[in-house]
């Protein structure tokens, strides 16, 4: 698995599995560029597709700057970043060259990069519109997945260089045949005209969303000799990281940057590809590979056991059709695969398997000293549901519990419910009463020793469901039974909170919204007492809706040549979150705290790109693993160049493209365990269905069961 010194001076592509030591070998590399060759920090770019797989760079880097290590030099730093990141700032850089060239009614005029809320701030009004019309009448999709899936539509194609109508064109003849088909393509059209109307009120009011960033990127920064020029004389040193996980865009990129480096190293995991749902195009690193110099192949494992191992050839064997087909049973025996652990009891309902998870990771904990941050729980997808009763569960034998789920809605999180709820009863002259429901939510997650119960009881005479306004009443003033019920320590932080509100609403000046969510969670949610204190998920909920809220403000701000309205900024930022917006990445939310057990979807935990001594695998009788999302507007294999133009999506393509994201899926984590996988399955699902999903036919078959 040891591979030599990579050359300095020539361009370098590297290939294997996840665990091989690639990444390793690039860190090498870049401490022999620093140290040895004595090439600036400014000359060498690490290039990623996303921030969070920078962490091993950044951790290397600043290894130099403490008493432990000598190993980097002090200058210049190294740039570190993304390609999205790299198009905005060319962007911005040579915007006075471009913007006349653009299409933009005031080429003269600041452009406005917009975020992905203030994206969907802005496209929400032209969807309501034609959801008024009834053009989504014949879809399942809510109003803010349409938002999101036709901002999606427009990234893609951005992204693999399609034009609009091309996109559409693209999507209608992925519209799947029957009686549905009319409703479908009427929706597309819909959104077709969105993204018309979208794209011509960027270019009216010189904003740039992530599609036309990318767009002006490619067709003006790339094809203009003098920023082009300028561009790739700004790095000498390539380290390309992940390369399978990046889009067609990036790729070319690096492809006509190559010839102008002094050396380049290309890294790419095998079996991967995991971001195409997000506009990745693993088939364009055979391309990059074939523009290398020097190609070299890392195999085996720094990460698995080699019963791990063992389990990864098997499952790579069930999909493999030229050696054995699925009518063929294995024979190896269960005793043959030690890494997986099955339960010994059937269980018929999905809390039963919860309940024996739970005792799982406490006996993995205090018998076997195995670290809670070394063990992950995966599912499909992780609902409210499953989440709040892993923890309960958790709770009893004192394990943390941290999640992630980068898709959710802002709204979607308690932490992040409770800091809305509270901002409308803080700003009154909003003319927006939250409801009775929902500051009963906001009592139970802010006070930490307020049940449900007694949060209902005391929010229902503190906040009468009738009331019209935002006035919360007095502890103190409720009749003596009230209080008993409620307990004088709950009514105690009530009234804190209460007064801090209070004390809120009586300053004469205007606090920004992230300003004030910021002050909250300090002066208040953070302290002994209070909900959000011992909660490492809900502070960094707090800390995502601060910064969401702040560069919604900013954008606003840069929008708009008179300055935004604070009241109006804050009531709108507000409507926004509450309609169902998706929130941007939010880097600290992919760190997860090492005393922590880590719960997410099983595809979160392979973008952290990090590997654990121990996986539970939850419901893997769920067709959830094998199916994709229901996403009616858009399509993440029909939007690609890889894509044959005119050729309609057949249910062969659809079983295909399942049969290989389910192998790559089982490989991907299974190459990221280092000892043992726990397999939980019910016969009945969260929602009641009894269930036999294709993963749990794969892992019978693996047992000989």
């Not at 000046?509 to 949610?525: H, I, K, N, S, Y």
């Not at 009616?632 to 393509?653: E, F, I, K, N």
Request: hydrophobic share 40%; aromatic share 10%; glycine share 6%.
């Amino acid at each position: 698995m040891n591979t030599a010194p990579i050359d300095t001076n020539r361009r370098h592509f590297l290939y294997g599995p996840f665990g091989a030591g690639k990444t390793t070998a690039a860190i090498e590399h870049l401490r022999r560029l620093l140290r040895t060759e004595r090439v600036r920090g400014d000359d060498i770019l690490v290039l990623l597709p996303q921030r969070s797989l920078a962490a091993p760079y950044h951790e290397a880097l600043r290894g130099g700057q403490t008493m432990r290590s000598a190993s980097m030099p002090p200058g210049p730093m190294v740039r570190v970043t993304t390609f999205a990141s790299l198009a905005q700032q060319s962007v911005e850089l040579y915007w006075p060259l471009l913007a006349p060239t653009v299409g933009f009614a005031d080429p003269g005029r600041e452009p406005t990069f917009l975020t992905l809320e203030t994206s969907q701030y802005h496209m929400a009004p032209l969807v309501d519109a034609a959801i008024d019309d009834g053009a989504f009448d014949g879809v399942r999709v809510e109003r803010a997945r349409v938002v999101s899936q036709v901002l999606d539509n427009l990234n893609k194609a951005a992204l693999h260089g399609l034009g609009i109508d091309e996109a559409y064109e693209r999507l209608e003849l992925a519209a799947p045949l029957g009686d549905q088909r009319a409703a479908r393509l009427n929706a597309l059209r819909a959104a077709r005209r969105i993204s018309h109307q979208f794209r011509q009120r960027c270019l009216q009011e010189t904003l740039l969303d992530f599609s036309l960033q990318i767009l002006i990127f490619n067709e003006h920064v790339l094809t203009n000799p003098w920023s082009r020029t300028h561009l790739f004389r700004t790095h000498r040193h390539l380290i390309y990281d992940n390369a399978e996980e990046d889009t067609r865009s990036a790729h070319q990129l690096v492809a006509a940057w190559l010839p102008h480096l002094d050396s380049a190293l290309i890294i790419a995991d095998s079996d991967a590809g995991y971001r195409t749902f997000l506009g990745a195009d693993p088939q364009g690193v055979n391309e990059l590979r074939d523009l290398c110099d020097v190609q070299t192949v890392m195999d085996g494992s720094h990460i698995m056991t080699p019963s791990i191992a063992h389990v990864a050839r098997r499952v790579d064997g069930v999909f493999d059709a030229r050696r054995r087909t699925l009518s063929q049973p294995l024979v190896e025996l269960e005793e043959n695969l030690p890494a997986l652990v099955v339960p010994d009891q059937h269980f018929r309902f999905y809390p039963q398997m919860l309940e024996w998870a739970a005792a799982q990771i406490h006996s993995l904990v205090n018998d076997q000293g195995v670290a809670p941050g070394e063990i992950a729980v995966l599912a499909p997808f992780v609902s409210d549901a499953l989440r709040f009763s892993l923890q309960t569960a958790l709770d009893r034998y004192g394990i943390a519990l941290a999640t992630h789920r980068p898709s959710r809605a802002l709204q979607d999180e308690p932490a992040a419910r409770t800091l809305l709820t509270l901002a409308r009863l803080a700003h009154p002259f909003w003319g927006m009463p939250p409801a009775a429901t929902d500051v009963t939510l906001a009592l139970t997650v802010a006070i930490s020793d307020l049940d449900p119960v007694r949060s209902n009881l005391l929010s229902t005479k503190v906040y009468p469901p009738r009331r019209r306004d935002n006035e919360l009443g007095e502890f103190g003033a409720l009749a003596e039974e009230i209080r008993q019920r409620v307990t004088y320590a709950s009514g105690e932080h009530y009234t804190r909170l209460r007064d801090w509100l209070y004390a809120y609403r009586s300053e004469t000046t205007l606090t920004p919204l992230d300003q004030f969510f910021a002050r909250l969670f300090g002066e208040v949610l953070s302290q002994p007492g209070f909900g959000f204190h011992d909660d490492r998920d809900a502070a960094r909920v707090a800390s995502q809706l601060v910064e969401s809220a702040r560069k919604f403000r900013w954008t606003l701000e840069g929008s708009q040549s008179g300055g935004v309205d604070a009241v109006r900024f804050g009531r709108e930022y507000v409507l926004l979150a509450e309609s169902g917006a998706i929130g941007a990445l939010f880097l600290p939310g992919w760190q997860t705290p090492a005393e922590a057990v880590f719960l997410a979807p099983a595809y979160t935990f392979l973008l952290r790109n990090r590997a654990v001594d121990v996986q539970f695998w939850l419901d893997i009788g769920a067709t959830s693993w094998w199916e994709r999302l229901y996403q009616p507007l858009t399509h993440p294999y029909v939007l690609s160049m890889r894509w044959q133009p005119g050729a309609p999506w057949t249910d062969r393509d659809e079983f295909t493209t399942r049969q290989d994201t389910l192998r790559r899926l089982l490989l991907g984590l299974i190459r990221r365990t280092r000892r043992q996988i726990f397999l939980g399955a019910s016969d009945y699902s969260e929602s009641g269905f009894e269930q036999s999903g294709p993963l749990l036919t794969i892992v019978n078959r693996l047992l000989s069961i």
